[in-house]
């Protein structure tokens, strides 16, 4: 069965840096690619209204990234260990909140509605 489990979240200062690993498993099975993003909640939000911050598709590695967070986070992925990485630097207060990794068993990237897998989620906080 496909596992999504994502962490690394933690508590830091404005400025600092975090790095969330995400891996997958029990893709073994399926042969179509996946796309993989980053959707935090803030305090208060339900998960169904998750913003993208951040994702990476199956079709060339392309990603994209909110407005908010161009030139601070970066997203990887390590296909041979079926992971995908959100680094995030210059951390801002605004940041704060609950960040989960989800998947989806296509080629492009796309808003958390139409997302196959989820993690529970990794908390991040950041003070001022």
């Known amino acids: 069965q496909v596992q999504v489990v994502e962490s690394g979240g933690g508590l830091v200062q404005a400025g600092g840096s975090l790095r969330l690993p995400c891996p997958a498993s029990?893709?073994?099975?399926?042969?179509?690619?996946?796309?993989m993003g980053w959707f935090p909640q803030s305090p208060g939000k339900e998960r169904g209204r998750l913003e993208r911050v951040s994702c990476i598709d199956s079709l060339e590695g392309r990603t994209n990234y909110a407005e908010s967070v161009k030139g601070r986070f970066t997203i990887s992925r390590d296909n041979a260990k079926n992971t995908v990485f959100l680094q995030m630097n210059s951390l801002k207060p605004g940041d704060t909140g609950v960040y989960y990794c989800?998947?989806?068993?296509?080629?492009?990237?796309?808003?958390?509605?139409?997302?196959?897998?989820w993690g529970k989620g990794t908390l991040v906080t950041v003070s001022s």
């Open positions: 989800g998947a989806e068993v296509s080629y492009y990237c796309s808003g958390p509605e139409n997302m196959d897998y």
């Open positions: 029990g893709f073994g099975t399926i042969f179509h690619s996946n796309v």
